[in-house]
């Protein structure tokens, strides 16, 4: 049987690595069945909502979608779109794996980064719940909301994910010496969960320790789990630890239904140029396969990818190359062929 997925081709170079994915996806054989639909700015201009409620339905439906990245137009009574299908969804675990691959040159090649940041997605201060104080907005106000529930299933999320893919370690990351209650709390359940997980190791650092850890000594992690805010820098962190976010991807992961995407803007500056790289999408998109328990048909991607990356030969320009988005497509196709 086919698997039916919601796909959201986006905004800006949404299109153009959507298409180049669906095609590596189409090579493999994976039997997936594409149901398009719409959301950012190019849906708010068309439909008048930038997220039409049949895409809701869709992803209700079938359980799975995968995005390009989207717009969000000012003015439409959304903070974030992203932040609204994850809300929606709850889609309460953010994954965002960091990993050096073959051909792409960082300070840190040589030391084998591959680490993995899980992030409480529902929560802390990207709760919303924030308001100003008159006159004159003289002071603002966010309440950083953190529920003992919340805590507990994004820590047992950390620890059974490492323990799936075979990972040794999980790092908790707060600031629990200074935010005693909200952090607290999570470091406190973080604690109490590693001790049902024997076979894994467990530590906690404070995240200003954590930022300057990273930065030295990067490949000592392996999976991160922390709340909301902290997880949305640290995991930029870990980007830029690997040659940034044009690599990295991620997915969102809830009960009922999960969303795999590029992180990544929509760069508006080189849309429609077919010069974009679709990497971090199609990292996001192996993550997918396996989500789907398409396990062989993932790591062939993988594996296409960075042997791809690995020769240098058909790299698009923000990795050194001058390979158009279609011609690196090319290259990853034929190498799957050549599997």
Request: net charge negative.
């Amino acid at each position: 049987m086919s698997q039916k997925v919601s796909l959201i081709r986006g905004d800006g170079i949404g299109p153009e690595i959507v298409e180049a994915t669906v095609r590596v996806l189409d090579g493999l054989d994976a039997g997936l069945e594409w149901e398009e639909v719409r959301a950012g700015s190019g849906a708010f201009n068309d439909l008048g909502t930038p997220l039409p409620e049949e895409t809701l339905l869709s992803i209700g439906r079938n359980k799975v979608a995968l995005k390009g990245p989207l717009e969000t137009p000012i003015g439409t009574g959304f903070r974030s779109i992203n932040v609204a299908i994850r809300k929606h969804f709850d889609m309460y675990a953010n994954v965002r794996p960091a990993k050096i691959m073959p051909g792409v040159n960082t300070r840190y090649s040589d030391t084998g980064v591959d680490l993995v940041t899980v992030r409480e997605n529902t929560e802390g201060a990207y709760s919303g719940i924030e308001h100003t104080i008159p006159p004159n907005r003289a002071a603002a106000e966010t309440i950083i909301l953190c529920t003992r529930w919340a805590c507990e299933r994004i820590v047992r999320y950390a620890f059974d994910y490492a323990r799936r893919a075979g990972r040794e370690k999980v790092t908790l990351v707060h600031k629990a010496n200074i935010l005693k209650e909200t952090n607290g709390l999570f470091l406190e359940v973080g604690q109490s969960i590693a001790r049902e997980y024997d076979d894994i190791k467990f530590e906690d650092v404070i995240v200003d320790n954590m930022c300057m850890q990273m930065v030295m000594r990067p490949e000592q992690f392996d999976v991160l789990v922390t709340m909301n805010l902290f997880g949305d820098i640290l995991s930029d962190l870990a980007a830029g630890l690997i040659g940034g976010l044009g690599l990295t991807p991620g997915a969102n992961i809830g009960k009922d239904a999960s969303m795999f995407e590029a992180v990544h803007g929509t760069a508006p500056d080189i849309a429609g140029q077919g010069v974009a790289n679709p990497t971090a999408l199609l990292r996001a998109a192996s993550m997918m396969l396996e989500h789907l328990d398409m396990v062989e048909k993932a790591r062939r991607l993988d594996q296409a990818i960075e042997a791809v990356l690995g020769r240098g030969e058909v790299v698009t320009g923000d990795l050194g190359g001058s390979a158009t988005t279609e011609e690196y497509t090319d290259a990853l196709l034929a190498e799957i062929e050549s599997q």
